[in-house]
């Protein structure tokens, strides 16, 4: 089927537009939070209701084409001629059970609008450092946010999916359902289907203290240093992480922090501010006067604060991977290609400390991968044209650099696009994944970093 009869059977069926790419409006529905990435897909089908997914993906699926499926486009990766692209972002809405502490969230509802409804009944989902993001893509690629290392990943705690198989049939899988597959579309990302809700745990946050400490100068080594002694002492109700930050030197950006390297130290804990604050002194010891100092009692509801993740597009090359620790000779590394004293175009490389309840299996078993790590890297670069073709070598310098301290796999929402599975999972987990795909999507219809797997791959 080419092309034009592809679009013209779509919309024959499907409620929702259907977008040709040369279509006006195509590059506005298709346009991904990474706007680096520019998807140029055979078709955009601009789902209406769970029925048109469907459509599209049974469709797609009889013409021999690819199906992939973007919500927000934060971990977006390019489609081309050979994909049917389903926009999920009219697929809104969050209903709350607070007695039951459940949410159903539909496919394309940010993260903000879970905390909006849940946060009035004392509840908080397990979103991560910005509010902007999908819940649906974050939370099938495992999730790791504020509450952790209390609770584990997000993918720890969906109690059922609402999915399109790759036969275009709509099912609700559970754990009693459909085990196998419930296992593996729980940190399998979207390899396995299209998700059109979700139902996930909410959890009781009575109290929140957090923030960011931003320092600069001498302080970036100081404070490096001493988190790395300090973070693995804390207790599992707090999470926390620093980031090597190069901004911009524009207006927008604090005089202070213009176009210079700092650090920030950021810090969440469910605990009392005492004991956040006592926790917090050894490191308000070496980091003196910090340019900015954000930590104290907070509303869950205003978590993005503690990240502070840029909340606009923004074309970025996304790399990460996992560490088997924090020693001295990792930070003297880490300073060495990303400290104050190197020139290089790099918007961000940070470290999450895991462990807690990140480190044991959730209690229904799932394919999330990264248990073993201790710290999770994130690195990115911007690429805007000109710094194009530099940002993914610059992202893996880096990666390459702490590779004597990795785990050698990855979190799925870190790893970034194009890194082979084998630096993900782990191989027991791997291989089993590769049998559920192979059961679930035998003519790999579905993307993600498991589109190589399936039998009879195209
Ligand atoms: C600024 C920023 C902050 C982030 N913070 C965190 C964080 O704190 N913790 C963390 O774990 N991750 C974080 N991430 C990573 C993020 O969770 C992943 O990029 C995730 O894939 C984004 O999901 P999305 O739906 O918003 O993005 P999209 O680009 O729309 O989707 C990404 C992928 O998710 C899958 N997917 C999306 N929707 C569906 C669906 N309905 N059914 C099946 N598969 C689907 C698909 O494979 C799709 O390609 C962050 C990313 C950014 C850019």
Wanted: contains cysteine.
């Amino acid at each position: 089927m080419d092309t034009s009869a592809l679009c013209e059977r779509l919309a024959h069926e499907i409620g929702g537009d259907v977008l040709a790419a040369a279509d006006p409006g195509a590059a506005a529905e298709s346009a991904a939070f990474n706007a680096a990435v520019v998807h140029r897909p055979a078709a955009v089908v601009a789902a209406r209701d769970a029925a048109d997914v469907a459509a599209a993906v049974r469709i797609a699926g009889e013409a021999g084409r690819r199906v992939a499926v973007q919500a927000t486009g934060h971990g977006a990766a390019a489609t081309g001629e050979d994909t049917v692209l389903v926009s999920t972002r009219r697929l809104t809405g969050v209903v709350v059970d607070p007695v039951a502490r459940v949410a159903r969230v539909a496919a394309g509802t940010r993260w903000r609008e879970v905390i909006d409804a849940a946060v009035p009944h004392g509840l908080a989902p397990l979103s991560g450092s910005s509010s902007g993001v999908g819940a649906v893509g974050y939370t099938l690629g495992g999730g790791m946010g504020h509450l952790a290392r209390r609770h584990g990943f997000a993918a720890d705690h969906v109690r059922s999916v609402d999915l399109v198989r790759a036969t275009g049939e709509r099912a609700r899988v559970t754990a009693g359902s459909d085990p196998e597959l419930f296992w593996a579309l729980r940190g399998g990302q979207g390899g396995f289907g299209i998700a059109t809700a979700v139902e996930i745990d909410l959890f009781p946050v009575h109290a929140f203290h957090g923030g960011a400490m931003i320092v600069t100068g001498p302080a970036v080594a100081d404070v490096l240093y001493a988190f790395a002694a300090w973070a693995p002492t804390l207790p599992e109700h707090v999470t926390t992480s620093v980031a090597l930050l190069r901004m911009p030197p524009v207006d927008e950006v604090p005089p202070p922090l213009r176009g210079v390297v700092s650090l920030a130290l950021r810090f969440g804990s469910t605990g009392t501010a005492e004991e956040a604050e006592a926790l917090l002194a050894p490191i308000r010891r070496v980091a003196g006067a910090p340019v900015l100092d954000s930590i104290g009692t907070m509303s869950f509801a205003a978590v993005d604060g503690i990240h502070m993740d840029p909340p606009d597009p923004l074309p970025a090359v996304f790399r990460g991977g996992l560490l088997t620790g924090l020693p001295g000779d990792l930070v003297e590394g880490l300073l060495a290609v990303a400290g104050p004293d190197v020139e290089v175009p790099l918007a961000m490389v940070e470290l999450r400390l895991m462990g807690g309840a990140l480190a044991r299996p959730a209690a229904v078993p799932n394919a999330v991968a990264g248990r073993e790590g201790a710290f999770a890297l994130s690195v990115v670069a911007p690429a805007p044209p000109p710094l194009a073709e530099v940002a993914p070598v610059v992202a893996d310098g880096v990666v390459a650099a702490l590779a004597p301290w990795s785990t050698g796999t990855s979190l799925v929402n870190f790893a970034g696009h194009g890194v082979a599975a084998e630096s993900i999972w782990r191989p027991d987990v791997l291989d089993r994944l590769r049998r559920a795909k192979a059961a679930a999507d035998p003519r790999n219809l579905f993307g993600g970093p498991l589109a190589e797997l399936g039998a009879g791959a195209r």
